[in-house]
């Protein structure tokens, strides 16, 4: 038992608000939570703030860091060097990953968060606390599953829930089509053959329950895979199965959604003397400082006779594909709210050649990790 780190562990804010928790041993019930704030201001006032603070059979191991207060509970006679060690590293981590740790990166970043808590202390024992690991491991979710044969079981399985999002916008910057994209997949490794279900925050299944439609989504182009029982799910909206070993893709989808381009694409394009062309593309990043764009790639189409190519970027690098018409500026990291220029210069023998052909659209695709527009819950 001097072993034992923590039961679980609280993120809050600074009015004791919990963000985020993690359960990891069960034994103290998430309600004590409510109490620190008292026990803490209570503390306060007499004078007598410690770094650990009892009530009743349970002991609040606490930090504050920026607006944000790390606090661990147990009730048994547990390693308190150990907790506090753990929680600063917690903060290091968390920083690491969010650059900065706030309120606001932690609820930008649900999804991450979670699976961190989950590699990070595992039944009350710390785990890998290595950012560098971490980042490796590649981390799987973890849902709960119910087994319907009189057997209910917790089950960890991989889920990977891949979202394109598709937006499509004029030359006078109106968005024409906005829409996303998604597939869930499971991998999937079960003893016997339970029957899963998973639910949606799907608005026909909201509308039939009666809880409103304000975080709901609206589906559309639904495809399940075979094991799908399609009957369950045209009565009362859940994904009811029995999955097949290893991988395989659950269902796709599609949604239409109100969104402004995450990378705004701004371009100039000047003639000179009949003989060359310059094109000036300014991007620019549409989402919050916290998240980063990755592996982006602009496709700026250029006349069929262009030659001589010559570029210059404020980030990333340009190439030009005569192939395809095309310069590609692929920027390895692009973080929210940056501005990067690309100048591209060509020899032109024949401007009137340009005008004729008319001009294709630029095109942008790109990665944002644990980034989500969709809306979905699973």
Known sequence: AGAM???????????????ISRNYKGDVGLGEIENFMGVLLQREEEGALTPLLPH????????????????????????????????????????????????????DNFVIVYELLDELMDFGFPQTTDSKILQEVGMGMRIRVVALMELVMEVIMSMRMLRGLVVVVNANGSVLL?????????????????????????RVLF??????????VELEDVKFHQCVRLSRFDNDRTI?????????????????????????IESVIEKFSHSRVEIMVKAKGQFKKQSVANGVEIAV???????????????????????????IWSIKSFPGGKEHLMRAHFGLPSVEKEEEEGRAPISVRFEIPYFTVSGIQV
């Open 240 to 264: 009811s199965f029995i999955p097949p070993d290893g991988d395989f893709e659950l269902m796709s989808y599609r949604l239409n959604t109100q969104v402004k381009p995450l990378i705004w």
């Open 178 to 202: 906005s829409e996303v994209v998604g597939t869930i997949k499971l991998k999937v490794f079960l003893s016997g053959m339970p029957e899963l279900r998973l639910g949606l925050n799907d």
């Open 5 to 19: 780190a923590a039961s679980a562990l609280f993120i809050l804010d600074l009015k004791g608000k919990p963000l």
């Open 301 to 327: 189409p250029v006349p069929s006779d262009a030659d001589s190519p010559k570029f210059k970027t404020s980030v990333g690098s340009a190439k030009y594909l005569p192939e395809k018409n095309l310069v």
């Open 56 to 107: 009743g059979k349970v002991h609040f191991l606490w930090i504050k860091h920026s607006n944000l207060y790390l606090v661990a509970t147990t009730k048994k006679n547990g390693n308190a060097s150990l907790v506090y060690s753990f929680l600063y590293k917690v903060v290091e981590v968390f920083c690491e990953y969010f650059k900065e740790l706030e309120e606001e990166s932690i609820r």
């Open 207 to 216: 509308e039939l329950t009666g809880r409103g439609k304000n975080k709901s």
